[in-house]
């Protein structure tokens, strides 16, 4: 077949614009899929949604994590991922953690939630809040308030102390100069 290239873009759109008599039916083009991952051709990172007639690549699932943690304002728990992006929690563990690798420290992953700097550093300007209007306040307390554990929350106070929180921390309890001041 010697054709040109204008012919053969003619015979392209000519067989584009046709009307087609037989459709693959949803379960065909599954069963499709699958064989093709099957072979290898697509590939491991296509990941089926729950209802099965949908896939999402492993790049696209890790912006949906990272966009559903924003949406949370940084602390979201992962079980709370597979309603919002309908993809099994066994695949949004894997994901979360390889965002979590990506993220140069700025997103961790604790007590099966997904928290970012952003989001504690909200919770030390609340701390600090609470603190200047009480003078001091005991590192359990917070915990039970924020619902982390109380390492968790003494590392995120201690390396914010001085900037965000102004204040002391000394065996547990958090508390201001003027407390100290008033105490003596």
Do not use: W
């Not at 939630?113 to 600090?128: G, H, K, P, Q, R």
Request: net charge negative; with cysteine.
């Amino acid at each position: 077949m010697d054709l040109s290239i204008d012919q053969l873009l003619s015979a392209l759109q000519t067989t584009q614009k046709a009307k087609t008599t037989v459709k693959l039916s949803d379960r065909n083009v599954v069963e499709l899929v699958n064989k093709l991952k099957q072979l290898g051709i697509l590939g491991d990172d296509l990941l089926h949604t729950f209802n099965g007639k949908e896939y999402i690549t492993t790049a696209r699932l890790q912006k949906e994590i990272l966009r559903a943690l924003t949406q949370a304002g940084g602390r979201l728990a992962l079980v709370e991922l597979p309603p919002l992006i309908g993809v099994d929690l066994v695949h949004c563990e894997r994901q979360a953690a390889a965002v979590v690798a990506a993220s140069e420290g700025k997103i961790i992953e604790a007590q099966s939630e997904l928290m970012t700097t952003e989001y504690f550093d909200s919770i030390a300007a609340e701390i600090n809040d609470l603190l200047q209007e009480s003078g001091m306040v005991s590192m359990g307390d917070l915990a039970v308030q924020y619902a982390l554990h109380t390492e968790l929350l003494m590392n995120t106070v201690s390396r914010r102390t001085g900037s965000i929180i102004q204040g002391r921390l000394e065996g547990g309890l958090l508390y201001t100069p003027a407390y100290l001041r008033n105490v003596k």
